[in-house]
């Protein structure tokens, strides 16, 4: 049932441009949220433990403290302790009055900002530390909106104290991934919290009003190439823009709950004249003026060298889908000091819609 209705959700998505203009945006925004997180919970399997030496590869020992006790005991979390926590992110992701009906846009964007700090040069920066928690990255421009996502977690933490912020951050981005009909993103924990001494500095992430030399210039410095920066702009099939944060002001596509190529399908077949508004430059769809996209969206099909990429993803959603996966990973794993040999102990978690 619930494969049948992802592939429902899927095939509603992917219509001509026509199609988007004739078809009511609510309709879309229902096929697009109804589909994928509506059936009850499921109970995760029986925690099973792993060999001490297969465990501390990727994680090392973690202590757990019961509420105010001050005794203590040792335990080495296994995948079943963080389908558990997916779960329970999987289980609040559907919010009526929260933006489409769903905070899985917002935390794929947390999880990618506190990972696009990464600086390869200097080492700094990336999902190691969770240091958006404090002050001055907190109020960083680029972050605006994001405490919505910090917040949404913060009973996610109580509840599971023995999970790091950094690697609870990087949870909810994957679980909404996921969740939202996206990709399978391997993961891997291991990620340690650290203090506001470790914040980094303000302009490491993508300005939305500049072209192709900016989005190089940022992407290249994390360790990013040309594919990779038009697959990683993928993610902007879903959520939206809020004037209130950003400056600019609405969604992409048409079904902002939903993982889907349109993003690159609209780049090419809509027209998207300039929106004619006091707010900052940004373009909007001539054919139902409620889409839009930011001046680096369009650098994507101005570039001669990123333009075949958008062709290529708008093409086959499958080719998308794996560079996505996969360039997510990295992304999301940038600046972390894992165990050596962890990478080959990375998981999948189960979605709850499959």
């Known amino acids: 049932m619930a494969s049948s209705a992802r592939q429902f959700a899927r095939v509603a998505t992917r219509t001509t441009t026509r199609s988007f203009a004739a078809a009511p945006r609510q309709?879309?925004?229902?096929?697009?949220?109804?589909?994928?997180?509506?059936?009850p919970e499921k109970k995760s399997n029986p925690v099973v433990y792993l060999g001490l030496a297969a465990a501390t590869a990727g994680l090392g020992i973690w202590f757990f403290t019961s509420g105010a006790s001050a005794s203590s005991s040792s335990f080495v979390p296994t995948q079943a302790h963080y389908q558990q926590?997916?779960?329970?992110?999987?289980?609040?992701?559907?919010?009526e009055d929260y933006d489409?009906?769903?905070?899985?846009?917002?935390?794929?964007?947390l999880a990618w900002h506190c990972s696009g700090t990464y600086d390869k040069e200097t080492k700094t920066g990336g999902s190691n530390g969770a240091t958006m928690r404090f002050a001055p990255e907190s109020g960083h421009g680029a972050n605006a909106g994001l405490i919505a996502a910090r917040d949404f977690l913060e009973p996610i933490k109580a509840k599971y104290p023995w999970i790091t912020y950094s690697d609870l951050w990087i949870l909810g981005g994957v679980c909404a991934v996921q969740e939202m009909l996206g990709p399978n993103v391997p993961y891997r924990p291991g990620r340690r919290d650290n203090d506001a001494a470790a914040c980094t500095p303000d302009g490491r992430l993508p300005d939305a009003s500049q072209g192709p030399k900016h989005l190089r210039d940022i992407f290249y410095r994390m360790g990013f190439d040309d594919r990779e920066i038009v697959a990683l702009s993928g993610g902007h099939a879903i959520g939206r823009c809020h004037s209130t944060r950003s400056g600019y002001e609405g969604p992409w596509t048409f079904s902002p709950t939903v993982v889907t190529n349109d993003f690159y399908r609209l780049l090419l077949e809509e027209k998207w004249p300039q929106k004619k508004w006091d707010g900052p430059k940004q373009y909007e769809d001539k054919t139902t003026k409620t889409l839009m996209m930011l001046p680096?969206?369009?650098a994507l099909v101005q570039d001669k060298a990123f333009k075949p990429w958008?062709?290529?993803?708008?093409?086959d959603n499958d080719l998308f889908f794996k560079d996505f996966?996969?360039?997510l990973v990295k992304l999301f794993e940038l600046g972390v000091p894992f165990a050596e040999g962890s990478e080959n102990n990375r998981w999948t978690f189960k979605s709850t819609n499959a």
């Not at 309709?27 to 997180?37: E, L, M, T, V």
């Not at 926590?85 to 999987?90: G, L, M, P, S, W």
């Open 27 to 39: 309709a879309f925004r229902q096929q697009g949220r109804r589909f994928y997180s509506s059936e």
């Open 296 to 298: 680096t969206d369009i």
């Open 100 to 109: 489409d009906g769903s905070y899985g846009p917002v935390l794929v964007r």
């Open 310 to 315: 958008v062709e290529k993803y708008a093409a």
């Open 325 to 327: 996966s996969g360039v």
């Open 85 to 95: 926590v997916y779960n329970d992110i999987a289980s609040r992701l559907e919010v």
